[in-house]
């Protein structure tokens, strides 16, 4: 062909076109580079022919890919009927949407494409069915059962390709759809309760036909219809039904105690009546563990028990008292041998054997201690007053002070060894009985009960004196906060200064005899003493003037009781103050007073020279040249004075 024009290849292309049997070339030396030799255009020329049914082998031997033709008007469909498959395509980029749409079926597309690519394509079962794809595959590659339930698959399928009744139940399958295919104890499993079933219409018989416990049965059935179901009485005890509910609905008496349900709570069912209309006696219901305490509860007394014959024994071994049993009818004889030989401490306690009327002795004969009987809550009085000693009683564990309370006197108690810091001990106890009276006539001086302990104010009532009570020591404070006067303290001889700190105003002091003297020693000064103790009585304290001063005496006040004209000026007393006394100018000098305090009281330079001032106190008291010249000094004299 090496002649061969472009006229002649479009020939032999149209040849080829129109040709029934496209497989083969006709001429097989035909080829793009050799089309290309004789400039012939591909895209004008060949594509003239598009709807000639061109096969892939051609497009391939004339190296014309899917891209080239899709870029020159081929469709899907177009390449799909040339004979390029699933494959082909795919690697080129075209999606599986475009594929199916271009009319490539499921089995041609699951060549190129995984199932879950293709799921959005909407593929129905009967797609499925035609390539045999089965349910797992699909759940496998993202089928959703609920997905799986709209494409047609039936429960029977599903659950048969090994999906579970719970991954059906969260499909949106019903209990009642469930139910064709699983059994009621597997879909209970799944939370359905019996209500569902019962609404469903399943009735109890039905539903105990697939062995659902009784106890559920409780919360939708009435306790009839469960009954009527055919269950027995003991299988409804034994589903929580209580005697009462099942007596209720017809269960009779006799049921009950053939059905081996506890006797104790049949009892708390029936009457008294009842049982003993059934033939049971006290002692039966006794020995069926029924308590006295129950039975009495229905109406019972002991001494139906006794009517009955119930042994003595027996109910005191229950718990019932000897009292009681007493009150009862029944005679005692029948628990304890009277014959005391025969007692012991087991037989019974000692509270019991005195309600009989047995006396200490006779309960201590059997073996009994004292100790025993204080233990039992016997009182030393009791013992006591059965001749008991009070040594015996102390021995037997008793207190001093219930010793004391039991009958023992003081002297005994003190003869048993008790010392009086126990007595005290003892009368400190509220509602003792146990007074300082008492230790006082037993002999304790007053000196004892204060070595003690004991207060004035525990020993006020025993009549000691204020006298008798500072001989042993006592304070004045704790005398007064007992409550004795003052006056009574000062007449016995405390001093002002105990009371110190006691906030006792100085009136009272003064009220109750103290002298000033004595206040001055508990550290009163004039100031606080002033008002109710004359200056008379403060000098004889031995006040000095100063302190008298200050507290707001006058010169005059103090002259008058003794107070020397020294002590008033040393007081810092002025010499005007001393002067209008009386006081001289010469003992006024004598006194130290200066020439210039005595000026102003009218003294000349001449009076004041006359009692011995120098001419140097005189000037400095301000006296003029002329005065001190009328005094028989120089002037020269004056003159040589310092300024």
Known sequence: MVNITKEKIIELIKLQLNKKNNNKYVSKPLSIDYLRKFKFNIKEELFKFKNARIKKIVFNSLKINITLLLKNGYTIKDLRERGYNAIDLRTKGITSKALKEAGYTLKELLTSFKLRELKSLGYTLKDF????????????????IKELKKLGYSLKVLKNSGVSAKELKNADYTLKELLSCFKLKELILLGYKLQDFKTLGYTLTRLKKHGIDLKDFKKIFTLSEIKNAGYKLKDLYDAGYSVNELKDIGFTFKQFIASNIPFKEIFESYSLLTFKD???????????????????????????????????????????????????????????????????????????????????????????????????????????????????????????????????????????????????????????????????????????????????????NIGYTAKQFHSVGYTGKELYEAGFSLQTLHFAGYAAK????????????????????????????????????????????????????????????????????????????????????????????????????????????????????????????????EELLSCGYSIEKIKSLPI
């Open 498 to 625: 105990e009371f110190n700190g006691l906030g006792i105003a100085i009136k009272e002091f003064n009220e109750a005899g103290y002298q000033a003297k004595e206040m001055s020693q508990a550290g009163y000064t004039p100031i606080e003493l002033k008002a109710y103790y004359s200056a008379k009585e403060l000098r004889r304290v031995g006040f000095w003037a100063s302190s008298m001063r200050k507290a707001g005496y006058t010169a005059n006040e103090l002259y008058e009781v003794g107070y020397t004209v020294r002590e008033l000026h040393n007081a810092g007393y002025s010499a005007s103050d001393l002067f209008n006394l009386g006081v001289g100018i010469r003992m006024l000098r004598v006194v130290h007073y200066s020439a210039k305090e005595l000026r102003p009281l009218g003294f000349s330079a001449r009076d004041l020279k006359n009692v011995g001032y120098s001419l140097q106190n005189l000037k400095e008291a301000g006296y003029s040249e």
């Open 129 to 144: 069915n035609g390539v045999k794809i089965t349910i797992k595959e699909l759940l496998a590659n993202g089928y959703t």
């Open 278 to 460: 059934n033939g049971y006696t006290f002692l039966d219901l006794l020995n069926k563990g029924i308590e006295i305490s129950q039975i009495k509860k229905k109406g019972a007394i002991l001494s139906d028990f006794y009517n009955e014959k119930v042994p003595c024994k027996l109910l005191y071994k229950l718990g019932v008292s000897l009292k009681e049993l007493k009150e009862a009818g029944y005679d005692i004889k029948e628990l304890v041998d009277i014959n005391l030989e025969n007692y012991s401490k087991e037989n019974v306690n000692p509270i019991e054997l005195r309600l009989l009327g047995y006396n200490i002795s006779e309960i201590l004969a059997l073996g009994y201690t004292i100790n025993d009987l204080k233990s039992n809550g016997f009182s030393a009085k009791e013992l006591h007053d059965e001749n008991i000693t009070c040594r015996e009683l102390k021995d037997g564990g008793y207190s001093l002070l219930e010793l004391y309370r039991g009958g023992c006197s003081i002297n005994s108690l003190i003869d048993l060894g008790y010392g009086l810091e126990e007595f005290m001990v003892a009368s400190s106890t509220v509602g003792s009985g146990l007074s300082c009276l008492d230790l006082h006539l037993a002999g304790y001086s007053l000196s004892d009960l204060k070595k003690a302990g004991f207060s004035p104010k525990d020993l006020l």
